[in-house]
């Protein structure tokens, strides 16, 4: 008897510090990883504040000697950043605003609206998702060229101001309101416009908050279509204008690197500091679309 | 107001519900739709933007793809498009889901980890590519200094054709593992606890309970993250644009690179135009075959 229950008391002892090794190796694990993870970021804000001839050290220093903020002045001076600056907050606006609205009604259309063909409309919509901009650039740079949109504002916008995607996820949402919400609003006389403001709206706050988030940083950080039509300085947005920083050094990219480092880390501070106030929507964001 | 009374007020609320949908329909139909019409029609023309007037020269270009000097071309942006995204794909999905296995712990300390993971995501490609540049570099970088320390030869990451395809995924990997870790996490919280009890009341192993159940419990969130992997990993550009342009030796040309170099480099609008159409055919023969796996291999818990 006694040795039986011995023998459980060892195989749960094992079982105890087999559990605990499975602990530690995950720790250290996880913690080298996210070292690992965070290291090109953190070598972009310490290669920004470091001196030129720390940054050309054969043996490179982890940590700068000393602070060079002057770094990021010098980067202003040296290319037109913030105009960059103004050029992307004026693009992500514009697009951002007439995604969130066409969106708001083509979604309260295919969800609550009833008109005949409607699915086949939906379908159009959703084809819409299978081709791509990066199939379909060649017409719509010719038509924008000849429509008079290079470098303007009008230009980088136009082709991103409606988004299937925005579109079929709010549409979504909106499907699993009950109709009754809807009927009783409409016998209180709200009209359509009424309807999706203070009704779907505020219901689907957090959904819409989060796709918004979503179609955000796409937009900030989009690159292709922007590279395409605003060749020019006026209309360069940050993502373009950083890749070609390295040109403006003339083949000294190398030499100049904590200048260039210094426009890199001023480009992703907006999304970088929503992101981490944004969290936890950044995530449910993601993790809906995956459940669609 | 007097129109109105002819038409029946359900008519009319439909109009205005169809009203609601109709911009939407319109800007498609004009920036998705006949763009893909415009474009069959330029790959039969000879248009170059440096050229005032285009005639049409029938099969012309097709020819130059298929069986010219554009083949090869064709065939090598295909490889690397191809070899890419199984990188791509390979760390999105394996790496994502080691890391959710080893990231996994509720607590404190894991979530502020798992929030770094994820971040690269966050980061626009445009910083993120010029600080691997920047480590990347063959003579400064710290990547070829740390291998330095342990007794390894220098490599010339983005100037040697085996290695700049490996140094286009690393920045991309960085950015899309934290991702794919997060999807995989948020699907393994849905999966109910039962299943585990039962399967320890039978003896199972951990790893026994990883492979029958977690692992098919997880096919619809596999699947999700195959395919707009798979799509948006044969759309790469950016990367590729601003690490090596392409470089060295059409290495790392991949598709879209190829599209953008006839189109806006050599301004060879008819080239451009039959090497687009190819590359939206092929993406739609991988969405409609994955579409068909799934439908085949999926496990739904319902």
């Known amino acids: 008897m006694s040795k039986t229950t011995n023998s459980h008391?060892?195989?749960?002892?094992?079982?105890?510090r087999k559990k605990k090794i499975v602990v530690a190796v995950q720790y250290t694990l996880a913690i080298i990883i996210t070292l690992i993870v965070i290291f090109p970021l953190y070598w972009m804000i310490s290669s920004s504040v470091k001196s030129q001839d720390e940054i050309l050290l054969l043996k490179p220093t982890l940590w700068p000697h000393e602070i060079h903020l002057e770094n990021y002045v010098n980067v202003f001076n040296r290319?037109?950043?913030?105009?960059?600056?103004?050029?992307?907050?004026?693009m992500t606006a514009g697009i951002l605003s007439s995604q969130i609205i066409t969106g708001v009604f083509a979604a309260y259309g295919f969800s609550k609206g009833k008109f005949k063909g409607q699915n086949a409309c939906f379908i159009f919509v959703l084809g819409a998702l299978m081709i791509p901009l990066q199939v379909t650039f060649i017409p719509i740079f010719i038509m924008c060229a000849n429509w008079g949109l290079s470098d303007t504002f009008m230009g980088l916008i136009l082709p991103e101001c409606i988004s299937p995607y925005y579109i079929f996820m709010l549409r979504q949402t909106f499907m699993?309101?009950?109709?009754?919400?809807?009927?009783?609003?409409?016998?209180?006389?709200?009209?359509?416009?009424?309807?999706?403001?203070?009704?779907?709206?505020?219901?689907?706050?957090?959904?819409?908050?989060?796709?918004?988030?979503?179609?955000?940083t796409s937009g900030w950080n989009s690159y292709f279509w922007p590279k395409?039509?605003?060749?020019?300085?006026?209309?360069?947005?940050?993502?373009?204008?950083?890749?070609?920083?390295?040109?403006?050094?003339?083949?000294?990219?190398?030499?100049?690197?904590?200048?260039?480092?210094?426009?890199?880390?001023?480009?992703?501070?907006?999304?970088?500091?929503?992101?981490?106030?944004?969290?936890?929507?950044?995530?449910?964001?993601?993790?809906?679309?995956?459940?669609? | 107001m007097e129109k109105k009374s002819f038409i029946k007020p359900r008519t009319m609320s439909a109009i205005k519900d169809f009203v609601c949908v109709l911009p939407a329909l319109v800007f498609l139909g004009i920036f998705t739709y006949y763009p893909i019409c415009k474009l069959i029609q330029i790959s039969f023309t000879d248009w170059n933007l440096l050229n005032e007037r285009w005639n049409y020269v029938g099969l012309k270009n097709w020819i130059w793809l298929f069986n010219g000097s554009g083949t090869k071309h064709l065939l090598n942006s295909l490889r690397v498009t191809v070899l890419y995204s199984?990188?791509?794909?390979?760390?999105?999905l394996l790496g994502g889901l080691l890391f959710a296995l080893i990231f996994g712990r509720l607590n404190k300390s894991f979530s502020i980890m798992r929030a770094i993971v994820f971040m690269p995501k966050y980061v626009a490609m445009s910083s993120a590519a010029v600080v691997f540049l920047w480590i990347l570099n063959t003579d400064t970088g710290i990547l070829n200094y740390l291998l330095n320390c342990v007794g390894l030869p220098s490599v010339d990451w983005l100037g040697n054709r085996n290695t700049a395809l490996i140094s286009v995924l690393m920045l991309?990997?960085?950015?899309?593992?934290?991702?794919?870790?997060?999807?995989?996490?948020?699907?393994?919280?849905?999966?109910?606890?039962?299943?585990?009890?039962?399967?320890?009341?039978?003896?199972?192993?951990?790893?026994?309970?990883?492979?029958?159940?977690?692992?098919?419990?997880?096919?619809?969130?596999?699947?999700?993250?195959?395919?707009?992997?798979?799509?948006?990993?044969?759309?790469?550009?950016?990367s590729v644009d601003i690490l090596t342009s392409g470089g060295p030796y059409r290495a790392t040309e991949v598709f879209v690179y190829t599209i953008y170099k006839y189109a806006?480099?050599?301004?060879?609008?008819?080239?451009?135009?039959?090497?687009?159409?190819?590359?939206?055919?092929?993406?739609?023969?991988?969405?409609?075959?994955?579409f068909k796996v799934s439908n085949r291999s999926v496990h739904y818990d319902s």
Not at chain 1, 79 to 88: E, R, S
Not at chain 2, 86 to 92: C, D, P, S, V
Not at chain 2, 192 to 218: C, H, N, V, W
């Open chain 1, 9 to 16: 008391l060892e195989r749960q002892i094992a079982a105890q």
């Open chain 1, 79 to 90: 290319v037109n950043f913030g105009k960059y600056y103004y050029n992307t907050i004026v």
């Open chain 1, 176 to 216: 699993a309101i009950d109709d009754s919400y809807i009927d009783a609003a409409k016998v209180d006389g709200l009209g359509r416009v009424g309807i999706i403001t203070k009704i779907l709206t505020p219901m689907c706050k957090s959904t819409l908050f989060t796709t918004t988030l979503v179609t955000f």
């Open chain 1, 228 to 292: 395409i039509i605003a060749k020019n300085e006026r209309r360069r947005v940050l993502t373009v204008g950083l890749a070609q920083l390295k040109n403006t050094f003339a083949g000294q990219a190398t030499m100049n690197n904590h200048e260039i480092m210094a426009g890199a880390v001023m480009a992703i501070l907006p999304v970088v500091v929503m992101f981490f106030v944004f969290q936890k929507y950044m995530l449910t964001g993601y993790s809906k679309a995956a459940m669609k």
């Open chain 2, 86 to 92: 199984i990188g791509e794909l390979t760390i999105t």
């Open chain 2, 172 to 238: 991309t990997g960085w950015r899309a593992i934290g991702y794919g870790m997060m999807i995989y996490l948020s699907a393994m919280i849905g999966i109910s606890r039962d299943y585990y009890e039962a399967a320890s009341l039978d003896g199972a192993t951990a790893a026994q309970s990883f492979f029958k159940i977690t692992l098919p419990m997880l096919s619809p969130t596999t699947l999700f993250l195959f395919v707009t992997t798979f799509i948006s990993s044969m759309k790469v550009f950016q």
């Open chain 2, 264 to 290: 806006m480099e050599d301004f060879r609008m008819d080239r451009a135009s039959v090497v687009a159409i190819a590359f939206f055919v092929l993406l739609l023969i991988v969405t409609a075959s994955t």
